[in-house]
């Protein structure tokens, strides 16, 4: 067995403890991040926006909550939402989610159900629908 002299264990338990501090820091940064997307998705609210009284055109809408977030562009014709296509989706594990969209078209509502096992990224696409129709009624 060898031994090792003062100074190196010294230089070994100084790099240890800051190995555990670092990793301990980032632990609490992402605790921290994961907790406030959740606030954010969970705060969520949606208005009833009347479709029919949409004007002609093409909008752009988007939704962000840090961990998730989508950028929509949606063609309202005839006041009818024609065409609802998704820009970008940053996602956990929520690429299901992007079916909501067909939903969204057959109902030409945002009253749809969330998609199973998506929920959260199904609350951001539909916020940005929200948004864009939002910015089609200003």
Do not use: P, W
């Not at 240890?16 to 997307?37: E, M, P, Q, S």
């Not at 954010?40 to 004007?55: C, E, H």
């Amino acid at each position: 067995m060898f031994k090792i002299n003062t100074k190196k264990r010294k230089v070994i338990v100084a790099c240890i403890v800051l190995i555990v501090a670092v990793a301990l820091i980032i632990g609490i940064c992402i605790t921290i991040r994961y907790k406030n997307y959740q606030d954010k998705v969970n705060d969520m609210s949606f208005s009833q926006v009347s479709i029919s009284a949409l004007a002609d055109g093409i909008y752009i809408g988007e939704c962000d909550v840090d961990v998730i977030y989508a950028r929509v562009e949606v063609t309202i014709q005839n006041g009818t939402i024609a065409d609802l296509k998704i820009l970008e989706h940053r996602h956990e594990r929520g690429g299901n989610a992007e079916a909501i969209i067909d939903e969204i078209i057959e109902e030409q509502s945002l009253n749809v159900d969330a998609i199973s096992s998506a929920t959260n990224s199904s609350k951001v696409i539909r916020k940005a629908v929200e948004n864009a129709l939002l910015q089609n009624l200003n």
